[in-house]
């Protein structure tokens, strides 16, 4: 038997990320545990190798296009784009995060979620995720209420 520690947290993460795929499951943990060695797994580890992307990844890159500002949201996206993190996967937390918005009125959403459906039909039909990442967040920038 394989004397893998964890804690309850990180086992109910780890269901949670598996989708309840016992195989999955196994898959992630052995995985973890070879990176951390004779260590505790903990969720982080189960995180980054189940290839979950992390809620700051969408939220820095939300706050980028708030300050209506080309360099600022294309360097956050040079840096997301770096850790390999696909597009595709990251959309949904951006979805979550502009819908959650109170500053954004309707049509302001649904100008950004429009952006962010096209950009996943486009990446589906094999779009660069790239210029995809770079026309959503140019939408969402553009759409953003200026700060006063």
């Known amino acids: 038997s394989e004397k893998v520690h964890c804690d309850q947290k990180t086992l109910k993460l780890l269901i949670k990320v598996s989708g309840g795929d016992l195989r999955r499951c196994i898959t992630i943990l052995q995985t973890a545990e070879s990176v951390v060695g004779d260590e505790s797994v903990t969720s982080d580890e189960v995180l980054e190798v189940a290839g979950v992307i992390p809620d700051d990844v969408p939220s820095k890159l939300l706050e980028a296009c708030k300050l209506k500002n080309f360099s600022s949201f294309q360097q956050e996206a040079e840096e997301t784009i770096a ?24 049509k302001q959403r649904s100008t950004m979620c429009i952006a962010i459906a096209d950009a996943e039909r486009n990446l589906i039909d094999g779009a660069d995720e790239w210029l995809q990442l770079l026309n959503v967040l140019s939408t969402i920038s553009q759409n953003c209420p200026r700060k006063e």
């Open 83 to 106: 850790m390999g993190y696909p597009v595709l996967e990251l959309l949904p937390g951006l979805v979550t995060l502009i819908v959650d918005e109170e500053t954004f009125n309707d």
